[in-house]
């Protein structure tokens, strides 16, 4: 694992508001290729930490690095041209427009063409857009409008969009959030393959316990703005502080026997 690039390294990241510490100190590494879930109870700092990550919040102290150059307070769109992509909640994309044209705007935009975004969208990397749309098994739907979509698929067409600008990092936060079981474990697995075949650092926020502990290389498991557990899914679900704090006894017991269930 030595071997493997650092695409991520954060040191001491901390955040107050108002003197209640939405994040303390918190440190870790992601490395190419790995998919790593932060973890924790409503309120544990993964969002402050996320917006840190990409730039839509500005930390007190602490340092953030990717492909080892500084992206501390950097803002979102230099990061992105960093090299770093980012899905959302809840997914953001133009309705009145094609699928094709959604993947295109977001190519557009990487090429730098925004002073002429609607001139040149309808002939600027077609092609590109409708591989993309292809690896992520929406090529059929290209030139559907977005609004028609069912939400699973505007989640793939989301992750086409945020694999536009060649991410080495890709940051996802609830990347399943309103969508069924089934569409949950096939797009976590289609993110995973990707991930690994193009050594993509993957790092996401999940409620979902059994998506994460079937697709997580690594957790972090956050409480209170504090760094409590990191380690592979077996330590974690072993850990009593995280059982007593997040888990639970009958949460870590359903996901072990679903996982084992799955084998």
């Not at 690896?135 to 409008?145: C, F, K, T």
């Not at 609004?147 to 600008?165: F, P």
Request: glycine share 12%; charged share 25%.
């Amino acid at each position: 694992m030595s071997m493997v690039p650092t695409l991520l390294s954060v040191e001491g990241l901390t955040k107050s508001y108002g003197g209640v510490h939405a994040v303390r100190g918190v440190s870790f590494e992601l490395r190419a290729g790995e998919i790593l879930a932060l973890i924790g109870p409503n309120g544990a700092g993964k969002s402050t930490c996320f917006d840190m990550l990409n730039g839509q919040n500005i930390p007190d102290s602490g340092r953030i690095r990717v492909l080892g150059a500084e992206t501390t307070g950097k803002k979102p769109r230099v990061i992105w041209r960093m090299g770093v992509g980012r899905t959302f909640q809840i997914a953001a994309t133009f309705p009145t427009m094609t699928v094709r044209e959604n993947v295109q705007v977001a190519l557009v935009s990487h090429g730098g063409q925004l002073f002429n975004l609607w001139a040149s969208t309808g002939r600027h990397a077609r092609d590109e857009a409708g591989r993309l749309l292809d690896l992520v098994g929406m090529g059929a739907y290209a030139e559907r409008p977005c609004g028609e979509l069912a939400y699973g698929d505007v989640k793939r067409l989301e992750l086409a969009i945020a694999l536009a600008n060649q991410p080495k990092l890709l940051l996802m936060d609830e990347p399943t959030a309103g969508m069924a079981p089934r569409e949950r474990v096939e797009l976590m697995r289609l993110t995973a393959r990707i991930a690994r075949e193009q050594s993509i650092g993957v790092l996401f926020t999940e409620h979902d316990m059994d998506v994460v502990f079937e697709h997580a290389d690594r957790i972090l498991v956050l409480n209170r703005g504090t760094l409590i557990a990191e380690g592979s899914p077996e330590e974690v679900r072993g850990n009593a502080q995280v059982r007593a704090i997040y888990l639970g006894e009958g949460l870590l017991y359903d996901a072990r026997h679903r996982e084992g269930a799955s084998a």
